[in-house]
């Protein structure tokens, strides 16, 4: 009859493996497995019980073949054959083989902590020599953070935003959450040869000059953008580019599925050929930088993400529908409020300040308001400032 056998994990320091004896466990096969055991280092290997009618290990790692010779020379096929069951060492072996969850570490399974995330030896030293966010580390950031100016906070301004954000002193704005709009009264279509394009980029990126400017040593860019897909701009990258080239640290990149699979209905190009096939997405990105350094300082009775929220957002792709109230803000482009809700708990403390230079209909500003924190709206209509006005301040 086959041995009974069986394994359970105990906690994160071994495996413990359990074979059932039926013919007892005599004196000469107890010593030549204390012989065997001396051969292994006690924290990978070891017999935690010897008994007449169980063998019980502890086992974190073994180098499976290594044992299997340690074993096989206690095997005497000829006792085996006559008493029936075969020899101890047989089912030892047999015992570990069968546990199916393991890693290799050279010669060894790993049957303990082998999914965890391995740590680096020496990292410190090694992101020294390497180069941490390498392409950022000479940057020219003052540390020196300056209040928000009294009387600015907590209102949308209606303007130009590379004026606006010139009134603002250095390092005064915590967040900057933003989805950029996709033209400045520019005539996209007129254009054949992409100068309109490039007109648009240099706009932005002037106002994003400025955005880094005001934002503090620490603080956080949002950018909620996706590719202009019919004219083949991938914009998240001409974003990200911008940014890590003016010695911002790339610290991250969130997937925004909004589940819109109304998409699957659109033209597919060059249908059934690879001649010319159109990509469609469901998705969109926010590219996430830091100024200066990765770590935010900021009060421990400010901070209002909870454990499970933390857990939830942090993990970058983020399931939420598209804004359903368009019409209702006469705003063709809005992302919805959960996506600001998500990104200003994650990034920010209560009562910093959140700033949105195409503020657009407010959806950044009455998030931000909502949370505790103090905001600036800023966009070039008057209509949207109006909107993003009367709802900001209107709540939810």
């Given at each position: 009859m086959a041995a009974k056998v069986r394994t359970e994990e105990k906690g994160a320091s071994y495996r413990e493996v359990i074979i059932s004896l039926e013919s007892g466990l005599g004196a000469d096969e107890r010593s030549f497995l204390l012989d065997v055991e001396k051969r292994f280092p006690r924290t990978d290997f070891s017999f935690?019980?010897?008994?007449?009618?169980?063998?019980?290990?502890?086992?974190?790692?073994?180098?499976?073949?290594?044992?299997?010779?340690?074993?096989?020379?206690?095997?005497?096929?000829?006792?085996?054959?006559?008493?029936?069951p075969p020899a101890v060492g047989s089912k030892i072996i047999r015992a570990i083989e069968n546990i199916r969850s393991y890693g290799i570490q050279g010669k060894k399974r790993v049957y303990v902590g082998y999914n965890a995330e391995r740590k680096v030896k020496g990292r410190k030293q090694k992101e020294a020599t390497t180069g941490k966010h390498f392409y950022a580390t000479d940057n020219p950031f003052s540390k020196q953070n300056n209040d928000f100016p009294v009387g600015k906070a907590d209102k949308g301004v209606c303007g130009d935003a590379q004026d606006v954000?010139?009134?603002?002193?250095?390092?005064?704005?915590?967040?900057?959450?933003?989805?950029?709009?996709?033209?400045?009264?520019?005539?996209?279509?007129?254009?054949?040869?992409?100068?309109?394009?490039?007109?648009?980029?240099?706009?932005l990126f002037a106002v994003f000059e400025e955005c880094i400017r005001v934002l503090k040593y620490g603080g956080r860019i949002v950018v909620n953008v996706q590719p202009?897909?019919?004219?083949?701009?991938?914009?998240?990258?001409?974003?990200?580019?911008?940014?890590?080239?003016?010695?911002?640290?790339?610290?991250?990149?969130?997937?925004?599925?909004?589940?819109n699979y109304n998409c699957k209905y659109t033209a597919w190009g060059s249908w059934k050929s690879p001649s010319n096939p159109y990509l469609k997405y469901t998705w969109e990105f926010l590219e996430i930088f830091a100024k200066g350094s990765l770590r935010k300082q900021g009060r421990r009775e400010d901070i209002d993400i909870t454990?499970?929220?933390?857990?939830?957002?942090?993990?970058?792709?983020?399931?939420?529908?598209?804004?359903?109230?368009?019409?209702?803000?006469?705003?063709?482009?809005?992302?919805?409020?959960?996506?600001?809700?998500?990104?200003?708990?994650?990034?920010?403390?209560?009562?910093?300040?959140?700033?949105?230079?195409f503020n657009g209909a407010g959806t950044s500003t009455a998030v931000a308001r909502h949370l505790g924190r103090r905001f600036l709206g800023i966009d070039i209509s008057k209509d949207y400032c109006d909107t993003a006005r009367r709802r900001t301040h209107a709540g939810l």
């Open positions: 935690a019980e010897l008994g007449p009618e169980r063998i019980v290990i502890n086992l974190r790692s073994v180098a499976l073949d290594d044992l299997k010779a340690c074993l096989e020379q206690g095997d005497e096929p000829e006792k085996e054959e006559a008493a029936g954000l010139r009134s603002l002193p250095d390092n005064c704005v915590d967040l900057i959450l933003t989805s950029p709009p996709y033209n400045f009264g520019l005539d996209y279509e007129s254009s054949t040869d992409g100068i309109e394009w490039q007109r648009y980029f240099e706009k202009l897909f019919s004219s083949y701009i991938p914009s998240h990258h001409f974003v990200s580019n911008f940014f890590t080239s003016h010695k911002l640290i790339w610290k991250g990149e969130i997937l925004w599925e909004k589940n454990a499970e929220e933390f857990k939830k957002w942090v993990v970058a792709k983020w399931s939420i529908a598209p804004e359903k109230d368009m019409n209702k803000y006469e705003h063709p482009a809005m992302f919805p409020e959960e996506l600001a809700y998500r990104a200003i708990k994650l990034f920010s403390f209560e009562n910093d300040v959140v700033l949105d230079p």
